[in-house]
């Protein structure tokens, strides 16, 4: 007997439920899926009744300026961090779900509002939208509206908006990470984008040099334009719509419920074409071999082994993607005059604070994210390597060496950048910056030697599949990183709003040098380890 095919429903929670298994990296009981539930959730109830108790303070709720502002405010941050999540962490989880579903008798566009269903019910989804529901409760209830049904039906559009093209924007990543010419899409990507940038003015951001002496001195006219400005764009639809109700205008309401829907439909028609183009890629061969044979130059087993694992890492669209985010952050920093409140809050070491923190960024997403998971990309080629008669800890070492190298190559290239980009950068906070840099990637190595050893998981790089690591292990990943920014962010904190100067520098180097020292003193006993624990990181690696 044909078993029934489920309903609409029923595959909601199986993705969902692919969501919750690959976020915990392994099966558990129920009891304690639930508490990791929770607990991942937990954030949003402090957010959710601090946006509420901002909306509703007197200073915020007296003014309908201020407070349609703070609510439109909310819309666009949190439209923009749901969107950009899944394309910053390269949608490999996604991947995963949408080529496990593409053999099942399950049609895409079922397939696509399933899925998106199942995401609004992610603990990462209930954190980043939980401040805009408490802003705008907070908000309806200091100006009730006309209409609570209408007021609801705005927020569920809003949630179908974010959805919808969240999915736009993981299923054109996807497509992108599956061409052969990736790289060459992604660099294109960003040089197009960088000349249309520089061909658009800057935001004015002076007036944030007038708050000085309080927020009773900014002239209202600029918060009314900046409300009426957000308001005005898909995600604002939803503030002007409660501001709209507010006032017992329902017709206006109901108006930009329509146009909510309307741009929801849009970016659910796109990502179910970029759904297809998924489905269609999936099924096609692989790249094929390449030609030339890059280790005809190596003649030493250490420089081969560094040559193998950058090509690895060369050929790893991940790592593509993560290169990328610095670049494009320095580029809205400067679309969105960032730099003047970055002024405004440090004075003259804003530049080294900048140019600091996206050189210690690109190292950290790069350098940590394969450093801490060093085995998990060898797939099933790490028996191979394990079984060959060549020593395990020199694939450690050279593993070591290339992933500092590239965090260290990606924070000068950066650096580069911004001070092309921006042209006010000086000399001592370039060089503040590569000291923090240096001050970091032994901390991020050494920790990853352990993490690695400690917490071997498999991932996949054609991504196909993505085993999460545990939630230690990412938490003394976070730590970590923590701790190898600590020398750059305490000498800038010491400099005050004088800015960095030769001793500043001096400082950070001179950690940096301690830090080099206790990561070649950790290093023997983490080749130790590997020694001991060989046979469990292969079978980590290598399970199906």
Request: aromatic share 10%; charged share 15%; proline share 5%.
């Amino acid at each position: 007997m044909t078993p029934e095919r489920p309903g609409f429903p029923r595959h909601v929670f199986l993705l969902w439920e692919l969501r919750a298994t690959l976020a915990l990296n392994q099966r558990r009981r129920r009891a304690s899926a639930v508490v990791a539930y929770v607990l991942s959730c937990l954030p949003a109830v402090a957010l959710f009744l601090g946006a509420r108790a901002l909306l509703r303070s007197p200073a915020i709720a007296r003014s309908p300026e201020w407070s349609l502002f703070c609510l439109n405010m909310l819309c666009f941050v949190c439209f923009s961090v749901f969107v950009a999540w899944p394309l910053l962490s390269a949608g490999v989880d996604d991947h995963s779900e949408l080529s496990r579903y593409a053999a099942y008798p399950i049609s895409g566009v079922r397939l696509l509002f399933a899925s998106s269903l199942a995401s609004l019910f992610e603990p990462r989804s209930i954190v980043i939208l939980s401040p805009l529901a408490g802003a705008a409760l907070g908000y309806a209830s200091a100006r009730p509206p006309a209409s609570w049904a209408v007021a609801g039906t705005l927020f569920v559009l809003y949630l179908f908006l974010c959805a919808g093209w969240s999915r736009a924007g993981v299923h054109l990543v996807l497509n992108v990470l599956r061409q052969k010419r990736s790289a060459e899409l992604i660099g294109g990507s960003f040089v197009v984008l960088l000349i249309a940038c520089s061909f658009i003015p800057p935001v004015d951001a002076s007036w944030l040099l007038d708050l000085g002496g309080g927020l009773g001195v900014l002239s209202m006219e600029v918060v009314v334009n900046a409300a009426r400005a957000l308001g005005r764009v898909p995600p604002g639809f939803l503030g002007s719509g409660l501001a709209l109700l507010g006032r017992g205008r329902v017709g206006g309401a109901l108006l930009r419920a329509g146009a909510l829907g309307a741009f929801a439909v849009v970016g659910y028609a796109i990502a179910y074409r970029l759904l297809l183009q998924f489905h269609r890629q999936s099924f096609r061969g692989g790249r094929g071999n390449r030609r030339g044979n890059p280790f005809a130059g190596t003649r030493r087993l250490s420089r081969t082994l560094f040559a193998r694992e950058a090509l690895d890492l060369w050929h790893n669209p991940r790592a593509r993607l993560l290169a990328s985010v610095p670049f494009l952050l320095a580029i809205l920093l400067r679309l969105l005059s960032g730099r003047d409140l970055v002024i405004f809050l440090a004075g003259k070491t804003a530049d080294a604070w900048i140019v600091g923190a996206l050189c210690l960024y690109g190292a950290v997403v790069l350098a940590s994210t394969f450093s801490q998971n060093a085995f998990g990309y060898d797939g099933q080629g790490l028996a191979a390597l394990l079984a060959a008669p060549i020593d395990p800890r020199a694939l450690l070492v050279a593993k070591n060496e290339l992933h500092g190298l590239a965090g260290a190559a990606l924070a000068l290239a950066v650096s580069l950048f911004v001070a092309v980009y921006f042209r006010t950068l000086h000399f001592v906070d370039w060089a503040c910056a590569m000291a923090g840099v240096a001050a970091l990637l032994p901390v991020l190595l050494a920790a990853g030697n352990f993490l690695s050893l400690l917490f071997p998981v498999r991932f996949h790089a054609n991504l196909e599949r993505r085993d999460r690591l545990p939630f230690a292990a990412s938490m003394l990943g976070v730590a970590a990183a923590a701790i190898g920014s600590l020398p750059f962010t305490l000498a800038l904190r010491a400099a005050g709003r004088r800015g960095p100067t030769l001793a500043t520098f001096a400082a950070i180097a001179g950690c940096a040098v301690v830090a080099w020292i206790v990561y070649r003193a950790l290093l023997p006993p983490a080749l130790a380890l590997l020694d001991r624990r060989r046979e469990l990181v292969l079978q980590a690696v290598t399970r199906a």
